[in-house]
T-cell receptor, first 112, second 113 residues
Framework: SAVISQKPSRDICQRGTSLTIQCQVD?????MFWYRQQPGQSLTLIAT?????????ESGFVIDKFPISRPNLTFSTLTVSNMSPEDSSIYLC?????????FGPGTRLTVT | QKEVEQNSGPLSVPEGAIASLNCTYS??????FFWYRQYSGKSPELIMS????GDKEDGRFTAQLNKASQYVSLLIRDSQPSDSATYLC?????????????FGSGTQLTVLP
């Protein structure tokens, strides 16, 4: 498995502001993933982050809204920009270890 | 649009019974299949992975895969109240090294004492 931490664990933000979520892994990984889980829903992949290259975004997600950084093989950040109440979700990072994918504890974001 | 569908819940079973969770997928080329357990307010926890047709057992959990019929299931034997959670089926539609999982909507399981 993998030991993954995320900061912050939760936050309440005002609309129009931005929040940066950090994801730290206990050892080097090639690929990191960012997911969103809206209330009562399943997980939706936002983007895939490889170290040294631009993140790859899924349909419906754009870099201007969700910029991602991947400065090294153990760390990534996701920024939720110009937030609206519709961005209220749990944001999860995950990493691939072997053939399997493991999730961090998540960041619960509430936008008021 | 690659889809993963799970049997609608919620599902309730008595303690000690077998809980059966089902999942179908649309991409016939899918190679990897996973079951995650998610307790309320927590992140998904990987409990089973399966790659080949047939059964794979791990303790009280058995995953079953039938690629011809495009379904994967999870059986939980001797269900315990601590098994009460949402179970998510996830499929890797690409195979290879690009692990972009597609998740089903989840089945909420309640095990009644």
């Amino acid at each position: 498995s993998a030991v993954i931490s995320q900061k912050p664990s939760r936050d309440i933000c005002q609309r129009g502001t931005s929040l940066t979520i950090q994801c730290q892994v206990d050892s080097q990984v090639t690929m990191m993933f960012w997911y969103r889980q809206q209330p009562g829903q399943s997980l939706t992949l936002i983007a895939t982050a490889n170290q040294g290259s631009e993140a790859t975004y899924e349909s419906g997600f754009v870099i201007d809204k969700f910029p991602i950084s991947r400065p090294n093989l153990t760390f990534s950040t996701l920024t939720v920009s110009n937030m609206s109440p519709e961005d209220s979700s749990i944001y999860l990072c995950s990493v691939e270890r072997g053939d399997e994918q493991y999730f961090g504890p998540g960041t619960r974001l509430t936008v008021t | 649009q690659k889809e993963v569908e799970q049997n609608s819940g919620p599902l309730s079973v008595p303690e000690g019974a077998i809980a059966s969770l089902n999942c179908t997928y649309s991409d016939r080329g899918s190679q990897s299949f996973f079951w995650y357990r998610q307790y309320s307010g927590k992140s998904p926890e990987l409990i089973m992975s399966i790659y080949s047709n047939g059964d794979k057992e791990d303790g009280r959990f058995t995953a079953q895969l039938n690629k011809a019929s495009q379904y994967v299931s999870l059986l939980i034997r001797d269900s315990q109240p601590s098994d009460s959670a949402t179970y998510l089926c996830a499929v890797n539609p690409l195979g290879g090294s690009a692990r972009q999982l597609t998740f089903g909507s989840g089945t909420q399981l309640t095990v009644l004492p």
